[in-house]
């Protein structure tokens, strides 16, 4: 079992590779990789692993960046200190999302997970079988909670106008207040809320489908224009993602 690490903590990385060669002393770790950037490099230079194991916020960015629109189909279990990328996980070939500290049991069962696929015939039943456990239904957040002096109060989705990045990110509902959010970075957002409700538009802006008023062509991509009462806000869409914001629009 030849098996990849990205993990950008060393001792993390350390203790990880130990609890893997007690659980299988016959794997093979072949590098531990520290970021997005080298993760890519190493995977575009090297035959694909058995398995990757990898952390999910690395130094310069989040792993799943490495694996989007790739051609890297070898399972892989996300590990991970925060629950909020469990939905974007399944999306790609994961077969397990271990949170950390990473529990020798769970790992132990995550790994004998991998086994029983790759005891499947071929390649292709591989990528079935992994197919198929990534078939469950999905659970968007349906509410989400803002901190509010000494209490959290509930903002249900379908309130939410958008979610910004300023320096805390904060969710703005549709009566035009301005709340602020339990949540640290918009990706952890991004990952928990519907996408056929919501378009990450910029890193600034995680918009719902109800306050688009209109969009317009501009010389660097789109310009949209929201609904009252934030009819002042246009937000640029570069070229590269109009043609998948207006698909998700229609």
């Known amino acids: 079992m030849k098996i990849l690490l990205i993990e950008d903590e060393p001792l993390v990385a350390k203790d990880l590779k130990s609890l893997i060669m007690k659980l299988e002393p016959a794997a093979q770790v072949l590098e531990v990789l520290t970021s ?13 692993p058995d398995l990757i194991l990898s952390d999910i916020q690395l130094s310069d960015g989040v792993s799943f960046e ?3 629109n ?7 279990i996300f590990t991970t ?5 469990a939905i974007r996980a ?3 070939n994961s077969i397990d999302y271990l949170l950390k500290p990473i529990d020798e049991n769970e790992l132990q069962k995550a790994l004998a997970k991998f086994k029983v696929l790759l005891r499947a015939n071929g390649n292709d039943s591989l990528q079935e079988l992994i197919r198929h456990l990534n078939k469950q239904p999905q659970k968007y957040k349906e509410r989400f909670l803002s901190p509010q002096r000494n209490s959290l109060v509930p903002v249900v989705v379908n309130e939410i106008a958008f979610f910004n990045k300023e320096e805390l990110i904060f969710i703005n509902n549709l009566k035009g207040e301005k709340l602020l959010s339990e949540h640290a970075t918009l990706d952890e957002l991004e990952a928990l809320v519907d ?3 919501f378009f990450r538009v910029n890193r600034q802006f995680l918009v719902h489908i109800q306050v688009v008023a209109r969009i317009k062509t501009t010389h660097k991509g789109l310009s949209i224009q ?6 002042l806000i246009e937000l640029d869409l570069s070229r590269e993602k109009a043609s998948a914001f207006k ?4």
């Open 195 to 197: 996408p056929a409700l």
């Open 70 to 76: 790739s051609e890297i189909n070898c399972p892989i």
């Open 90 to 92: 399944f999306k790609l």
């Open 247 to 250: 698909k998700w629009l229609g």
């Open 66 to 68: 490495i694996f989007e």
């Open 226 to 231: 929201l609904k009252p009462p934030f009819s």
């Open 81 to 85: 200190a925060y629950d909020a990328f």
């Open 36 to 48: 997005v950037t080298g993760a890519r490099r190493w995977l575009s230079e090297n035959e694909l």
